[in-house]
Every structure is written in C-alpha cells, then in structure tokens.
C-alpha cells in the first residue's frame, strides 16, 4: 500500500468516525437526555448537607422542599406539645398526654436538675428552704432547639397534599422530642432560666453569673450534664434512623429508576445509532450508484431498507449488553451523586456529566482491566483511551451545554429554537472533537508501531549483517576444512602403501620363521645326535681308560 493509499484510507476511517461520534451524541446525550431525564440541582435525593442551606435550590423533591420551607418558619410551641390526648395518640404516645407525664415525673419526688429528693402536695408544689417552688416538666433539649434543627424536618417530617398545597405534619417530630428520655422535672425558676436555651449555652452562663456574683449554684451541673447526655443520645438515635430509612429508601427507588432509564437509553442509542447510521450508508451508496435499469425505486428501497433492518437486528445483543451496563451505571451514579452531595452541592448539569461519564470510565475501566480475548493488551489500552477520551468530550459538552444555550438566548433572533438548536450544536461539537481524539490516539499507537517496525527492521538489517559476515568465516573455514581433507586423503594414501610394504614384510618375516623353525628342528636334531655321538666317545674313552689303567697295573 502506497502513501497516497495509506492517507486516505486514514482520512475515510477518520470521516467514519465523525459520522458515528457525531450520530451517537446526538442521539445519547444530547438527544435522548431531555426526554428520559429530568436532572436536579443536588441529584434525585435530598441530603442533609444540601437541606442546611438556606435556598432550596439543591432540594430534591417538592415535599422536601415544603419541609426545608418548614424549617425556615418561625417556631411554634403548639406544634410539638402533647397538650391533648389527641396529640398524644398522633405522636404515637398513647394516652400518655403532657399531664400524665409531668405526673408520672411528680411521684418519684426528683429534682433532676438540682439533683434533690423532695415531696409534693397534691397540686405538684414543694417548699424548698421555706419558700413555696412549683415543680414543672422540662424538655431537656429545647422545642425551639429541636425545631430550629435542620436534620430533624428532613429526618421526621411528613408532607401531605391537601388540594395541591402541601401540609407539613410535625406529630413524628413531636413523637420525638417528647420521648421520655428529653423529660426531666425541676422547679419552675430554673425552667423559667433555662427556657429555650441550649443547655451548654444556659450551664455556661449560670456558672459565669455565680462566678461574677459569689452565690452559691442552684443546680448540679452534673445532673444537667446526665440530663443532656441522655436526651441528646436517644434523639439522635431516631433521628439518625428515621433520616437513613427515609435516604436509603429515596436512594433504593431512585437508583432502580435511573438504572431502568439509563439502560434503556443506552440500548435504545445502540439501535438508533445504527439505524441511522445504515440508512446515512444506503442511501449514500444509492445515490452514488443510481438504480439498476431492472428494478423499481420502491424495490430497490425495499432491498436498502432490509439491509438496514438487518444491520440494526444484529445490533440486539450489544443493545442487550449496553442495557445492563447501562443499568449498572445508572444506579451507582445515582448514589455517587447522592455521596457527593454529602459534601458539596452539585448542579444538574454535574448530576448529568457524573451520570455520562461514570458509563464511560466504566467501558474504559473494563476495556483495559479486562481486554478481550481477541485482543492485545496494546490494542485494548488503545481502545479504553479512545473511550476516556470520549468522555472527556461528552463531560466538557454535557457542563458548557447551559452556557452555549444562555448565549443563544442573548440572541434575539434565535430566542425561539435557542433550547433546541443548542443542544445540536454542542453534540457536534462534542462528536467532531471526540472523533478527532480517538483519531490522535489512533495516530500516536500507529507512530509508535512505525517506530517500533522500523527499529525492528534495523535489527533485521544489522542481523542480516552479522549473518553475512558469519557464512564468510564458515566460508573461509570451509575451504580449510576442504584443504585438511585433501591433506587426509593423501596421508590416507600413504598409510595405505606403508600397509602393503608392511603386508609384504609380514610375508617375508612369516616365510622367514618358518625357515628358522625347520632350521631349530635339524638344528636340535643334529644336537641329539651330537649328544649321542659324544656319548659314544665318553663310553670308548672310559673303556679305553679303564684297558690303560689294567694295562698298567699288570705291567
């Protein structure tokens, strides 16, 4: 493939992926959004972070917001007091109205903040050093106090619609800062002292004005200290309760909704993408071609339009798998977003972008953690960065969307389609650019390669050197090993005739024992005869001498 080839068949895959990027934005987020989704400012649930504001701007719900309203009221006693059995019996109290708790409280004869036994007439009066006190039960932690805590409202409140007006309903709220445990019985002066006041704020004072004035204390501020301890620890425990039950059912509810819509959205954006996709193909090569002089318009539409049909069925099982992921995705931005708002208060636009883009870090996530078997992991990471990349483009299109529609707003001629040539725009704009990153990180991975088949074929290049250098050495010692076999040969050929003149001498030598043998034989033989001769002559010498030695004798 030549140059020219290469460019261009580049410069078609990059126009293929505007096409599809630009198709998929504005079919996903920026087409199907509006429609499926209604993003709030703080997310689908209300946290106790965004209710502490003084705006409901970031409250979720509208009943939240009738609450949160609420909370900004002005205190009303007549709201949390259980002054009738009625009340009593809303607040989930029984029968056990403020009467018949301050009576209760009477008969064990306790002052709980003077810490002092004492005893009552009949009508709840004592005498304390001679002067006549009135006992009276005292809300330990302030109705004012309770009332004036945001998290309270949120936790307990109940909203009910009476003709389209929302009512708030405190009797939960008054359930609970009448529990027994915020009770305590004192005379009427340090009740009438304390009065709505914090305790910390009302200890601290009295200890500061006993200090300035030298009287003695009129109460235990130990037994206050217990008193509080006591009422704040069983009020937060239902309150804490109350707010998670109510949270964690907002959050089960909403996440099961998101997910279904996020899910359906994605799958639906999979078949809407290539449905539009394949008519965009068909009709272009259509058009390119002209039609057949055999055939109709309508049966070459026909034909174009089963094609499609086709191209979308196969498209069903990765509808299938985005609605899951989808669903996934949904759910857990959904309590991401809750999470953040903990901490933050989040505008819609960053509910969407979190929702968008946590789907997308989700397939990237996936692509480089988990590659397909099919492919390497070089591919998989290019894959997953091209995918991040899309994100990035979608999140910064998703959070500019607002202002490119306030902007088109500040147009007078374009005030009418402003909300829906706005999103358009930002889709292509975010389509191109997402097409044109994935083609950067497409070019970079193909550099990379170019670089790395190029190196590789100077390794090959300077292999091959080493090769040729090495085949003449083998070369040269060829030849040497031809020289020493010629030498072998000849030497061979020598060895061979030293054998024969060795075969000859052996002959000879053979030829010559066997001489020398019959020589020993008549040599030995002629040496038994020599012994038997010279045997014969020292028989005639020893007759001969013993004839001399008588010869002599006689003589």
């Known amino acids: ?217 009129d109460f235990d501020p130990q037994a206050v200290q217990s008193s509080y301890e006591r009422a704040r620890d069983a009020i937060n425990a239902k309150v804490d309760t109350a707010l998670l039950k109510k949270q964690a059912t907002e959050l089960a509810s909403t996440g099961l909704a998101q997910a279904r819509q996020v899910g359906l959205r994605q799958a639906m954006g999979v078949l809407l993408t290539e449905l539009v996709n394949s008519l965009f193909v068909e009709f272009k ?38 609605l899951f992921e989808g669903g996934l995705s949904g759910f857990v931005s959904n309590l991401l977003t809750f999470l953040l708002n903990n901490v933050l208060s989040t505008a819609k636009r960053y509910v969407t972008a979190i929702r968008e883009g946590l789907l997308g870090l989700f397939k990237a996530f996936r692509m480089i953690a988990f590659p397909p078997a099919h492919m390497s992991e070089e591919a998989a990471l290019q894959a997953g960065l091209k995918m991040l990349s899309t994100v990035l483009m979608t999140t910064m299109g998703v959070l500019i969307g607002e202002s490119v529609a306030n902007f088109l707003l500040s147009i007078p001629v374009l005030v009418p389609v402003a909300n829906v040539v706005a999103p358009v725009l930002v889709g292509i704009l975010t389509g191109l650019l997402s097409a044109l990153t994935a083609y950067q990180i497409d070019a970079v991975f193909e550099r990379r390669r170019h670089d790395a088949n190029y190196q590789s074929i100077e390794a090959m290049l300077a292999d091959a050197k080493g090769r040729g250098q090495l085949a003449d050495q083998l070369a040269e010692q060829t030849a040497l090993t031809l020289q020493s076999y010629a030498l072998n040969l000849h030497s061979l050929h020598l060895y061979q005739v030293v054998g024969e003149h060795y075969s000859a001498a052996a002959a000879d030598g053979a030829a010559t024992l066997s001489s020398l043998s019959q020589s020993n034989v008549r040599a030995r033989d002629h040496v038994s005869q020599s012994d038997l001769s010279l045997q014969c002559l020292q028989e005639g010498h020893d007759l001969l001498e013993d004839f001399l030695n008588r010869q002599q004798i006689q003589g």
Not at 132 to 159: R, W
Not at 163 to 188: H, Q
Request: proline share 3%; aromatic share 6%; with cysteine.
């Open 285 to 322: 090569t259509l058009i390119r071609k002209g039609i057949e002089l055999s055939k109709a318009l309508l049966a070459e539409l026909r034909q174009r339009l089963v094609t499609v049909a086709t191209n979308v069925a196969k498209k069903v099982p990765e509808a299938v798998g985005a």
């Open 1 to 217: 493939m030549t140059a020219t080839e290469l460019r261009e068949q580049r410069l078609d895959r990059l126009y293929q992926e505007c096409r599809k990027q630009v198709f998929s934005q504005l079919i996903g987020p920026f087409g199907l959004n509006p429609m499926m989704f209604e993003d709030r400012n703080g997310g689908n649930v209300t946290t106790l972070h965004n209710f502490e504001r003084d705006d409901d701007n970031y409250v979720a719900t509208a009943e939240d917001k009738a609450l949160h309203k609420h909370s900004k009221e002005e205190f009303n006693r007549a709201e949390y007091t259980l002054d009738t059995k009625a009340k009593a019996r809303a607040a989930g109290h029984g029968d056990s109205d403020w009467n018949s708790k301050r009576d209760a409280h009477l008969e064990r004869g306790m002052d709980e903040y003077a810490g002092q036994s004492f005893e009552t007439t009949a009508d709840g009066s004592t005498t304390q050093d001679g002067v006549p006190v009135t006992m009276e039960l005292d809300h330990v932690i302030s109705l004012k106090e309770f009332h004036e805590t945001p998290k309270n409202h949120l936790a307990l409140g109940k909203v009910t619609m009476v003709d389209g007006t929302p009512l708030v309903d405190t009797s939960a709220m008054a359930g609970v800062v009448n529990d027994e445990a915020n009770l305590s019985l004192t005379n009427k002066s340090l009740n009438a002292s304390k009065g709505g006041h914090p305790v910390d704020d009302w200890v601290d004072a009295k200890l500061a004005k006993a200090e300035e004035t030298g009287k003695p204390l």
